[in-house]
């Protein structure tokens, strides 16, 4: 009896049109609400996934990197994007164990500002004229990397200063060789980034092969008090080197790279004395204590031995390119491949260029941020400044076995 009221009322049920319809349309709703519902709950619990904005010239597709959340993800993207796309923010001058005003002039105030802006200006069109230089690379600069081999590894060796002592070239001239990959730019990541972490500064390094070397420059480090002991953590086994130029001209240079930004800046006698009267030097000026090379390189004698320096003369870099690389090339254990032939004097600009620069035909001179001509400076002034640099140039060629000859 059950069976005949039950089926035929299905029955009646199942066959009219309208119903039938009504069916199928709540039972696809229920099974589409069900899916969506498993989809949300599944997305809400998988790690986002961060594609960094900035690649090497040599990189293939970018790579991945997690972070626990979507709203960190979404934080890392802008901070990463903020950071790469905007000019390099400025490092700190470092603190003096010598002694100092407690207040300092307007006047020193102003120009450590207009230093720092210049940096960054000089820095950027660094960036800049990279991007232009890599914009169009020859095939076979890129006939390595063009099926996406290799990988992105922490640099073995770096270039940590100094500033205004000839880095820039250096760099250039070493990227000719095939198995130095590096970093155009100056990542700044022992002292400026160093809280965005070593998978960050990985991903801003070049594709290298087997057998090569990946290396970065960035002049603050040398006098960065806390590099020394991050590079360490880093790899303790990573080769240093230094630039280094006679500390007076190398002031004068710095000097004069803020003067081409900010003309109504303090004369550089003014500012290189506390005291005229007394003859007092302000060691708290950042272009008179970057000079003070043993006292910086103390600090790196803490954390690397001698045999992992090497100091490259920035004069002999001028007069004699060739040589000066083929001792940077045994220290890096690699063949002396850049010669002679690499470079001519270019006469203008008062030092060497490539006759063929990297991923390029054409021969390639720095950008006009160098070779800037040097302001008179009082030959007084200039004296006294050789007098002070002697006693720390005397420690440091003894600390580095090398008299550079400044004196």
């Not at 993800?73 to 603190?95: A, C, F, G, N």
């Not at 990279?130 to 095939?139: F, G, N, S």
Request: with cysteine; hydrophobic share 35%; glycine share 6%.
């Amino acid at each position: 009896m059950e069976y005949s009221l039950v089926c035929p009322n299905l029955h009646a049920l199942w066959s009219s049109p309208v119903k039938k319809k009504l069916i199928l349309l709540s039972i696809m709703f229920l099974i589409w609400v069900y899916m969506l519902y498993s989809c949300v709950g599944y997305c809400s619990t998988m790690p986002s996934l961060v594609v960094d904005g900035y690649r090497g010239k040599e990189s293939g597709p970018a790579v991945g990197k997690r972070t626990e959340t979507s709203s960190s993800s979404s934080s890392s993207r802008t901070d990463l994007v903020s950071r790469l796309l905007s000019k390099p923010q400025p490092w700190e001058d470092i603190e003096s164990d010598y002694e100092e005003p407690s207040i300092r002039t307007a006047a020193s105030r102003d120009l450590l500002n207009n230093e720092l802006e210049t940096d960054r200006a000089e820095e950027w069109d660094e960036m800049r004229g990279e991007q232009l230089q890599q914009r169009a690379p020859e095939p076979s600069a890129m006939s390595s990397f063009s099926n996406g081999s290799g990988s992105k590894k922490l640099p073995q060796a770096i270039i940590i200063g100094v500033k205004k002592g000839g880095t820039r070239a250096l760099l250039e001239f070493l990227r000719v060789h095939p198995d130095i990959r590096a970093v155009g730019a100056e990542p700044h990541f022992f002292d400026r980034n160093y809280e965005n972490g070593l998978e960050w500064y990985r991903e801003l390094m070049p594709k290298t092969l087997e057998g090569q070397i990946t290396m970065e420059k960035t002049p603050s480090y040398f006098v960065t008090r806390e590099a020394p002991a991050r590079i360490s953590a880093m790899s303790r086994d990573t080769k240093l080197i230094v630039v280094v130029r006679d500390p007076v001209t190398r002031a004068i240079s710095d000097y004069t790279q803020t003067l081409s930004k900010k003309p109504d800046i303090p004369s550089f006698e003014s500012l290189t004395f506390k005291n005229r009267t007394t003859g007092l030097i302000d060691t708290s000026w950042s272009a008179i204590q970057i000079g003070i090379y043993a006292k910086h390189l103390d600090n790196w004698l803490q954390y690397f031995p001698m045999e992992q320096i090497l100091f490259v003369s920035g004069e002999r870099l001028i007069s004699d390119p060739a040589g000066e690389l083929g001792r940077v090339q045994d220290f890096l254990g690699l063949k002396r491949i850049i010669t002679d032939k690499h470079f001519y004097f270019n006469q203008t600009k008062g030092f060497p260029c490539l006759k063929k620069a990297e991923g390029s035909s054409k021969p390639h001179c720095l950008g006009k941020t160098k070779g800037r001509t040097h302001p008179n400076i009082d030959p007084e002034v200039v004296q006294r400044l050789r007098d002070f640099y002697r006693p720390f140039n005397m420690k440091f060629y003894q600390m580095t076995g090398h008299n550079f000859g400044w004196d």
